[in-house]
């Protein structure tokens, strides 16, 4: 079975402190991905990595930037954490041939409290 | 762009009752649409997906879906809910371009409650 790691299940920081959320997945898989969720928004995507050292910009970047340095490794960053960063955020990974033969895994979250 | 609208934020049935929420996409070219479960303190499970051919798809746990271009919809059911069917669930559509990476577009979600 795909195991997908959230480091962190619970989150509390300060306004302004670097966070960093730590995602790993076991599968080998090419792409990963960071989504953040909010009540009555649905999964927003942030960024995601298509293989090591590459990603691309989801919907919502500001404020945040990701590492790829492993390819079983996926760490978001918020730079300068602000209160509107409280969220969940849930890390998932594919595999390249996902379209037909494996869906998007997810981690269990990461919820982020920002005082 | 692609978007996935949910109208029901939340929905309340007995335990043994049908189930149907609903789903509808914007997308201008042939959709490939999804529906996820999320258990309380859990990641998002793959329901089921409908990417050609049948209408009707089904997935895990009983649920079932059926795609209607006509309507831009891909509303799921279930014939009879059970308690553990509570959840919130997720409607996605994947973007243009997307398919090769699995880039989603996700509804605002339905939670459903059940009641014994």
């Known amino acids: 079975d795909v195991k997908v790691t959230q480091s962190s299940r619970y989150l509390v920081k300060r306004t302004g402190e670097k966070v960093f959320l730590e995602c790993v997945q076991d599968m080998d898989h090419e792409n990963m991905f960071w989504y953040r969720q909010d009540p009555g928004l649905g999964l927003r995507l942030i960024y995601f990595s298509y293989d090591v050292k590459m990603k691309e910009k989801g919907d919502i970047p500001e404020g945040y930037s990701v590492s790829r340095e492993k390819k079983e490794r996926f760490s978001l960053i918020l730079e300068s954490a602000s209160t509107n960063q409280t969220s969940m955020y849930l890390c998932?990974?594919?595999?390249?041939?996902?379209?037909?033969?494996?869906?998007?895994?997810f981690g269990n979250g990461t919820r982020l409290t920002v005082t | 762009a692609q978007s996935v609208t949910q109208p029901d934020i939340h929905i309340t049935v007995s335990e043994g009752a049908s189930l149907e929420l609903r789903c509808n996409y914007s997308?201008?070219?042939?959709?490939?649409l999804f529906w996820y479960v999320q258990s309380p303190g859990q990641g998002l499970q793959l329901l089921l997906k409908?990417?050609?051919?049948?209408?009707l798809v089904q997935g895990i746990k009983g649920f079932e879906a059926e795609f209607k271009r006509s309507q831009s919809s891909f509303n799921l059911r279930k014939p009879s809910v059970h308690w553990s069917d509570a959840a919130e669930y997720f409607c996605a559509v994947a973007r243009a371009g997307g398919t090769s990476y699995g880039k989603l577009t996700f509804g605002q979600g339905t939670i459903l409650t059940v009641h014994p």
């Open positions: 409908y990417f050609s051919g049948d209408t």
């Open positions: 997308y201008g070219a042939t959709p490939y």
């Open positions: 998932a990974s594919s595999s390249r041939g996902w379209f037909y033969n494996s869906p998007l895994h």
